[in-house]
């Protein structure tokens, strides 16, 4: 039996997941992310221990716990180096952790994790490669290679919301020109939503739905008013599906995996976008004589964070 | 011992490799690419079996042999799917050589095979990942993870050259546009060479090196021109050096590997170039707080091709 946290700036969830990846016990509390990193570490401690005696499951079973963090960890010291939603920066995480419930510890990206969740349970299942886009706020990704999560040399693989497919508008937040995330987010295409409705003022289903108000704008009204026809809204993601497909294959010239999967908060858009996606990406993909990689949605929801991390020791092959 | 072959569309080299991928002899003789797929590779054996011969070593104690194709491949057949220099599509190249020779034949792509050799006796050496980038008339690319050569579900994982990382005036032969080999490669430098001179009658010392005629155009006299101080030319090889940068740096987001290694003939300008793409990689790189991955020159010559071949059977653990 494995632990996995999932800490996001908005809530801990912690539960305990099976060799076969199935989370039979769980639990989440608020982060209250405006508090010290050592309070928001001794809760998640605290969580972890409650979840242990809720379920009456002996401490010397558990054979990891692994946190997933929605920024950069030093997956060697097992310190959080950035993570801009906790406003953490060089947070000891994984040793505090361990000293504290005596049980090996070990932290990776959430995106990494989303992708590690659904190759042990999802998607991904029975493939020996594969790519995860998270498509949120941002873009986020997870490269597993040979069956196992691709981290780098200094841990900072799989960055793929930070390649450089494009020029655009305007920079991205990391400082560069034409990332994948400036294309391909909902805060992409809020974006261009707005620049295309003060630029032009056109006739779009999105002004009525806003109420003048560019702060109700999300990606949900967007895809919707696109599967409704409003060309308005068509242009926006027929760009975001173009950024999107460039990404994807160049990711297929570079690592050629067996399958992508899109997951994160728009692809809950389902059918629509991916078959956009797949229609794109099989227009434009080099060598054309080669078979097509399979592109698929998330199969796991909101448990994919947890069920991620706690698949961390059983990748450390702590068994 | 291993066999390595260097199947260009100018020449055939073929060398005898030891175990520490020294090579110990070789010997070429032009490909004379016009003739049929039979031909070229009846004229393969009989120079690997000349080798064998000449160096007096037993057929015997030959593990594998290797060959390095311009090229795609379809490694898990041995076929050729695609080769543009020797006009050859779907050929069959491992099956013949090992019914005539009776020993085990590996193929791959040539810059895959570079990136070896630099792995096994070069610039790589005691690194476990590191990426090749074939600076010639195209980009190739090389990726070893895990100290292996990353070939990809399909055999096509790599192809770095066309990597999107930017939008350019012109589209890749591909089909796609804003390709890494489109600003970045000696083809990539020459056309927007004669576009700027066309385009602005500005002063250059190139004017006069071509004698008017662009033909005469190549790689080396803008580089050459560039270290003088031509404006144009310095115009040029920042355009090649930005974006080769940034195809850089989305592979540090991608991949993480522990080095780079530039090869290819575009390399060899040496310090100047590579002193360039290290400050912009530092400069445009995401992460402030993490390392900068070692970027270095490809340290094996001309023999790198055939190096890297003999070593695939090591790659498949021949022993």
């Known amino acids: ?31 209250k992310s405006e508090r010290t990193a050592e309070a928001i570490i001794m809760d998640i401690i ?54 504290a419930l005596g049980i090996p510890v070990f932290i990776d990206n959430d995106a990494t994790l989303a992708g590690l969740a659904e190759f042990e349970a999802g998607a991904m299942k029975g493939v020996k490669s594969g790519i995860i886009l998270t498509l949120g706020t941002g873009v986020g990704g997870g490269i597993i290679i040979d069956g196992k999560i691709h981290t780098g040399f200094n841990g900072i693989a799989s960055e793929i919301g930070h390649m450089v497919v494009g020029e655009n508008y305007y920079d991205c937040n990391c400082g560069r020109n034409g990332c994948l995330e400036t294309f391909s987010s909902s805060s992409a295409i809020i974006n261009y939503t707005k620049k295309l409705m003060e630029e032009k003022n056109s006739e779009t289903v999105i002004a009525d739905k806003i109420q003048g108000n560019y702060e109700n704008l999300n990606g949900k009204i967007i895809f919707e008013a696109a599967i409704n026809g409003d060309q308005l809204a068509k242009k926006v993601v027929d760009r975001f599906v173009k950024y999107l497909s460039i990404g994807i294959v160049n990711l297929i010239n570079i690592i050629d995996p067996e399958i992508f999967v899109l997951g994160g908060g728009i692809s809950k858009v389902g ?6 996606v797949r229609e794109e990406v099989n227009r434009t993909k080099n060598f ?27 990748q450390h092959k702590i068994n």
Chains 1, 2 share one sequence.
């Open 1 to 31: 039996m494995y632990i996995g946290v999932d800490l996001g700036g908005t809530n801990i969830a912690v539960g305990l997941v099976d060799e076969e990846a199935r989370l039979k016990y769980q639990k989440s509390i608020p982060t």
């Open 46 to 99: 605290n969580l972890i221990q409650e979840i242990i005696n809720d379920y009456g499951f002996p401490k010397e079973g558990i054979k990891a716990i692994g946190v997933g963090i929605p920024g950069l960890v030093n997956y060697k010291t097992g310190d959080v180096i950035q993570c801009v939603n906790l406003n953490w920066e060089n947070v000891p995480l994984k040793v505090p952790i361990e000293n």
């Open 271 to 276: 059918g629509f976008l991916l078959d956009k």
């Open 288 to 314: 054309k004589n080669i078979p097509v990689t399979k592109i698929k949605l998330a199969e796991l929801g909101n448990e994919a964070g947890i069920i991620g991390a706690a698949m961390l020791g059983k």
